[in-house]
């Protein structure tokens, strides 16, 4: 099945209103309520709620020590803060603090707000700390997040969260964007094992849909596992990300 196709069951035939409440302060809130109407839980998604606490408690236990290290090391270095703190859009608009170890210096969000794609990625190296680096290769800076699964904002798999004023350009760029919304946001995301940061939005997209319109057990492990598979060859040619 290809997303571009069909898109998700719960949204093909939704579009957006002509007209937002003049109340709304923001494209998230705005698509929060068509979002929310036209999201269909399907039985799967118990069972997909179900691996998310099983394998983000599990993975939280046996990567602690590391990540205590690793963030013992980012204070010694580069001071505070350890973990950095970014507001995301999460499913039905719902605007959450997602966590992640602090790899870059700090404000470099400040610095780096307006850009995206090929030109955030060189930007970004050059924000790099030490410490940051090789948490970077391994990955092991995302680890906090789970955090967010256990709590719900996140799902182990799912469409990449983006910060809310990426979100409102998106939505005005790609009309579809918004159809995101009906899943929780991943750690990790069919798009990601697919496609580099610097393929277009619409690409992505394409990926995120068709994920969310064919979720399953079965994909959401195949995808876990083309992810690890991928961090450990990056990981052994020395690359990050």
């Known amino acids: 099945m290809s997303a571009s196709a069909r898109a998700p069951a719960e949204t093909e035939s939704v579009a957006p209103p002509a007209s937002q409440p003049e109340s709304l302060s923001s494209f998230a809130e705005q698509y929060a309520g068509i979002a929310g109407e036209v999201y269909a839980p399907r039985k799967v998604d118990i069972a997909l709620r179900a691996l998310d606490l099983i394998i983000a408690g599990g993975a939280l236990i046996v990567l602690s020590p590391l990540l205590g290290l690793l963030a013992l090391a980012t204070l010694i270095t580069s001071g505070r803060p350890v973990l950095y703190r970014g507001e995301r859009v999460g499913r039905a608009g719902r605007v959450f603090t997602m966590y992640k170890l602090r790899t870059l210096k700090p404000g470099a969000e400040a610095r780096l707000g307006n850009y995206y794609g090929e030109e955030l990625s060189r930007r970004t190296e050059q924000e790099v700390t030490m410490v940051g680096r090789a948490a970077r290769l391994t990955h092991i800076d995302e680890v906090p997040q789970l955090f967010n699964v256990i709590r719900g904002d996140m799902s182990m798999v799912g469409p990449r969260p983006v910060r809310p004023a990426f979100f409102n350009r998106l939505c005005e760029e790609v009309p579809q ?27 992505k997209l394409i990926h995120d849909l068709e994920y969310i319109a064919d979720r399953s057990i079965r994909l959401y492990l195949r995808v876990l596992g083309a992810t690890v598979a991928r961090i450990v060859s990056l990981t052994l040619r020395g690359r990050a990300r």
């Open 177 to 203: 964007y918004w159809q995101r919304l009906v899943v929780r946001p991943g750690v990790t995301g069919f798009a990601q094992t697919r496609i580099t940061r610097e393929d277009s939005w619409e690409d």
